[in-house]
């Protein structure tokens, strides 16, 4: 039984160990620059050991892809409060993504081109596990029924809050931004901003047809 167990943990290594490496290589060298041969040789194990515990390199890749989604989302629910207020619950979720992939840039890197790769269809069309879809979902579609978001399908809701997130963080990831975290803050702040509900005028100016900006009255 000890023998046993000791192959089956020095096979799971060796998956883990092609795991990472695909998504390394690909982080670097795109799909393209990531054949069979080269990501056995950063796994520092034989090509044909890839064949054990992959079909093929269309199957290493989506392996790969969802065992990044389900670290990252474990990461970012871990300190996310399931009930309370939509505002801190949605900048528990940004902030859990924006510091996840700043720690680790080579998977937003791999992520980033597997989501715009034809892989993308034979995943979740929400860029979430399947399991996690309804109840990200049903925050979004909370907060627009309580006016708090715009009025809005909650699908194109998570839409508008990861766009500039993401960009933002791909950004950082490639070394055209350095993400601190006031940065980051303010980063959140913007993508609650694209979704949240305008609270009317109370606080600024108002736009008149002549073009000018009246204040509004002094009891507002």
Same mark, same amino acid.
């Given at each position: 039984?000890?023998?046993?167990?000791?192959?089956?943990?020095?096979?799971?290594?060796?998956?883990?160990?092609?795991?990472?490496?695909?998504?390394?290589?690909?982080?670097?060298?795109?799909?393209?620059?990531?054949?069979?041969?080269?990501?056995?040789?950063?796994?520092?194990?034989?090509?044909?050991?890839?064949?054990?515990?992959?079909?093929?390199?269309?199957?290493?890749?989506?392996?790969?892809?969802?065992?990044?989604?389900?670290?990252?989302?474990?990461?970012?629910?871990?300190?996310?409060?399931?009930?309370?207020?939509?505002?801190?619950?949605?900048?528990?979720?940004?902030?859990?993504?924006?510091?996840? &992939? @700043?720690?680790? =840039?080579?998977?937003? %890197?791999? *992520?980033?081109?597997?989501?715009?790769?034809?892989?993308?269809? #034979?995943?979740?069309?929400?860029?979430?596990?399947?399991?996690?879809?309804?109840?990200?979902?049903?925050?979004?579609?909370?907060?627009?029924?309580?006016?708090? &978001? @715009?009025?809005? =399908?909650?699908?194109? %809701?998570? *839409?508008?809050?990861?766009?500039?997130?993401?960009?933002?963080? #791909?950004?950082?990831?490639?070394?055209?931004?350095?993400?601190?975290?006031?940065?980051?803050?303010?980063?959140?702040?913007?993508?609650?901003?694209?979704?949240?509900?305008?609270?009317? =005028?109370?606080?600024?100016?108002?736009?008149?047809?002549?073009?000018?900006?009246?204040?509004?009255?002094?009891?507002?």
């Amino acid at each position: 039984m000890k023998i046993i167990e000791e192959k089956q943990n020095m096979d799971n290594a060796k998956r883990r160990a092609l795991i990472e490496a695909a998504i390394q290589v690909v982080a670097h060298h795109g799909f393209h620059g990531a054949p069979i041969g080269f990501i056995a040789g950063v796994a520092k194990v034989a090509v044909g050991t890839v064949y054990l515990h992959f079909e093929d390199k269309d199957h290493l890749m989506l392996d790969a892809y969802r065992a990044l989604e389900q670290r990252c989302l474990t990461a970012v629910m871990k300190n996310y409060p399931p009930r309370g207020d939509i505002r801190q619950r949605f900048s528990s979720l940004a902030l859990g993504v924006i510091r996840y &992939f @700043k720690l680790f =840039p080579e998977e937003f %890197l791999f *992520a980033d081109q597997f989501l715009s790769s034809p892989y993308r269809k #034979r995943v979740s069309p929400h860029f979430l596990p399947d399991g996690e879809v309804g109840r990200i979902l049903q925050f979004f579609s909370q907060g627009a029924e309580e006016g708090i &978001f @715009k009025a809005m =399908p909650p699908t194109m %809701l998570l *839409a508008l809050a990861c766009g500039p997130l993401i960009q933002v963080v #791909r950004a950082h990831a490639v070394g055209y931004l350095y993400l601190d975290e006031e940065r980051i803050a303010r980063t959140v702040d913007s993508c609650w901003e694209a979704i949240a509900r305008e609270r009317g =005028p109370a606080c600024e100016g108002i736009v008149t047809a002549e073009g000018d900006v009246a204040q509004p009255p002094a009891f507002a």
